[in-house]
C-alpha cells in the first residue's frame, strides 16, 4: 500500500522518469558490482567435502602423491561461485565445485598393531627393533635379554607413543581413522597469529 501511495506521489510531482531509472537501474547496478569469488576461497560452513576413498592396503587416500591428496567438495545449496574455468554456477548442493588438498603420510609397509605386538610380547629378545629395520639394536637386545627388562620397557613406549618408527624414514600404517599422531613444530613458516592487547 505504501508503494502505492509513493507511486501516485511520483506521478503528481511528475517524476516518473526518476522513479523508474531508479528502480531499474539500482539492482542493475547492485548485480553489475557483485563480483563472484572463485570456489575455492568459499569459507567453512559454505561447503561440504567427501570422505577421502581410503586404500585398504596402506590406509592412506588412494591418489596419495607427494604427501597430499585431493578430496571433491561440494558448496551449498544456492552457493554462487566462480568456477576453475571461469564460469559463473549456483549450485544446488549436489554437484563438486572443487578439489581440496589434504595430507596424508608415506607409508612402506611396517603396522603399527604388528610393531607394538611384538615389542610388547618379544620385545625382549629384539623382535621388534628386527622388525623396523634395527638389526644392531636388536641383536643387542636379544644378547642382553632387552637389557635386563629396562630397554624393553623404553622400546614399547617409544613404538606406543610413534616415537620410533621404522628405519627407512616412513610412517606406520594406521587405520586412517585410528591412533595416529600429529607432530607439531614451530618453523620460520608457521604462521603465528598476533596478540590481540586489552
Known amino acids: 500500500m505504501a508503494s502505492c501511495r509513493r507511486l501516485l506521489l511520483c506521478l503528481r510531482s511528475g517524476m516518473l522518469w526518476s522513479l523508474l531509472f531508479s528502480c531499474v537501474y539500482s539492482p542493475l547496478q547492485l548485480v553489475l558490482s557483485e563480483q563472484l569469488d572463485s570456489c575455492d576461497t568459499l569459507q567453512l560452513g559454505q561447503y561440504l567435502c567427501n570422505n577421502p576413498k581410503i586404500d585398504e592396503a596402506t590406509q592412506e587416500p588412494e591418489n596419495c602423491r607427494d604427501m597430499t591428496a585431493l578430496v571433491e567438495c561440494l558448496p551449498a545449496p544456492n552457493i554462487s561461485c566462480r568456477l576453475s574455468n571461469g564460469t559463473e554456477f549456483t549450485f544446488s548442493g549436489s554437484e563438486v565445485g572443487f578439489n581440496k588438498t589434504i595430507p596424508c603420510r608415506n607409508v612402506s609397509g611396517y603396522s603399527y598393531k604388528v610393531a607394538v605386538a611384538l615389542s610388547l610380547f618379544l620385545g625382549w629378545l629384539g623382535a621388534d627393533r628386527f622388525y623396523l629395520g634395527y638389526p644392531a ?28 618408527g621404522p628405519a627407512d624414514g616412513s610412517n606406520y600404517i594406521v587405520d ?17 597469529k598476533p596478540h590481540l592487547s586489552l
Do not use: P
Open 137 to 164: 639394536l636388536g641383536l643387542l637386545k636379544f644378547c642382553t635379554v632387552g637389557f635386563c627388562g629396562i630397554g624393553t620397557l623404553i622400546d614399547f613406549i617409544l613404538i606406543a607413543m610413534q616415537i620410533v
Open 176 to 192: 586412517y581413522y585410528g591412533a595416529r599422531l600429529t607432530r607439531l613444530s614451530i618453523t620460520n613458516e608457521t604462521y603465528r
